[in-house]
């Protein structure tokens, strides 16, 4: 039973059982319905509440109520209800009517529509129903919708915040590395020119310490020779 046929069944409920001749049939009613109502499953009784508006309209009007469960769809008050221990319908003000259920169970969980009809009228406009209200029972959690959204913000946050921390520190931990790197670059290059200057330094001392012994030995020859030859001068 779809949205239509529900209106269907209004038409049916509300025959026409006179004709207004050249008279125009104005009127138009219009359905409110919450579109949400959720309640833990302690809770024993529960209200849908329902609101209607009529213009034009003459008589009194008729209000049915209908659910659809995931597998099927029952006519609870039509106007009459099926189960008077379970279902019953208020009115505690005017074009305000609820569908009281009473002994909640989570298989209460349905789409409940509220239908009005002024049998009296020809208008297509005087059968209507609502956009439905989601009954949610909820078993043992006793946490709703909202509640559930606010949850997930602040967990999709906080890992939001744990994610923008490890990324941040991956980037300083990277910086950090390559300064690391870069440094012992540096570093390793002063040691190699050090070593280098080390090297020339110590083949420069050597090469002086060669020569200052070439120059001693140089110089000791010398004074060999000149002491030979003043003998030599001496002799003669």
């Given at each position: 039973?779809?949205?239509?046929?529900?209106?269907?069944?209004?038409?049916d409920a509300?025959?026409?059982?006179?004709?207004?001749?050249?008279?125009?049939?104005?009127?138009?009613?219009?359905?409110?319905?919450?579109?949400?109502?959720?309640?833990?499953y302690?809770?024993?009784?529960?209200?849908?509440?329902?609101?209607?508006?009529?213009?034009?309209?003459?008589?009194?009007?008729?209000?049915?109520?209908?659910?659809?469960?995931?597998?099927?769809?029952?006519?609870?008050?039509?106007?009459?209800?099926?189960?008077?221990?379970?279902?019953?319908?208020?009115?505690?003000?005017?074009n305000?009517?609820?569908?009281?259920?009473?002994?909640?169970?989570?298989?209460?969980?349905?789409?409940?529509?509220?239908?009005?009809?002024?049998?009296?009228?020809?208008?297509?406009?005087?059968?209507?129903?609502?956009?439905?209200?989601?009954?949610?029972?909820?078993?043992?959690?006793?946490?709703?919708?909202?509640e559930?959204?606010?949850?997930?913000?602040?967990?999709?946050?906080?890992?939001?915040?744990?994610?923008?921390?490890?990324?941040?520190?991956?980037?300083?931990?990277?910086?950090?590395?390559?300064?690391?790197?870069?440094?012992?670059?540096?570093?390793?290059?002063?040691?190699?020119?050090?070593?280098?200057?080390?090297?020339?330094?110590?083949?420069?001392?050597?090469a002086?310490?060669?020569?200052?012994?070439?120059?001693?030995?140089?110089?000791?020859?010398?004074?060999?020779?000149?002491?030979?030859?003043?003998?030599?001068?001496?002799?003669?």
């Amino acid at each position: 039973m779809c949205r239509w046929e529900i209106l269907g069944f209004l038409e049916d409920a509300g025959q026409r059982t006179f004709k207004t001749g050249s008279v125009i049939d104005t009127c138009e009613v219009t359905v409110a319905q919450p579109s949400l109502r959720e309640v833990d499953y302690t809770v024993s009784t529960v209200n849908i509440t329902c609101s209607f508006s009529a213009s034009g309209c003459s008589g009194s009007a008729q209000v049915l109520w209908f659910r659809f469960l995931a597998h099927k769809h029952e006519a609870l008050c039509t106007p009459l209800c099926t189960n008077t221990g379970k279902f019953k319908v208020t009115e505690p003000s005017k074009n305000n009517v609820s569908l009281q259920i009473s002994h909640l169970t989570v298989n209460d969980s349905a789409v409940y529509f509220c239908g009005v009809a002024f049998s009296q009228s020809f208008s297509p406009t005087s059968k209507q129903t609502g956009e439905g209200t989601i009954l949610v029972v909820r078993e043992g959690t006793g946490k709703s919708y909202t509640e559930e959204y606010t949850l997930m913000i602040v967990l999709s946050s906080l890992l939001f915040l744990y994610n923008t921390t490890i990324l941040s520190l991956f980037i300083i931990y990277y910086k950090s590395k390559s300064k690391l790197l870069k440094k012992t670059e540096r570093e390793n290059e002063n040691g190699e020119q050090h070593k280098h200057n080390s090297g020339r330094r110590v083949f420069q001392a050597i090469a002086q310490e060669l020569y200052r012994k070439r120059y001693a030995e140089n110089c000791h020859r010398t004074e060999i020779l000149g002491t030979d030859d003043d003998s030599i001068y001496q002799n003669r």
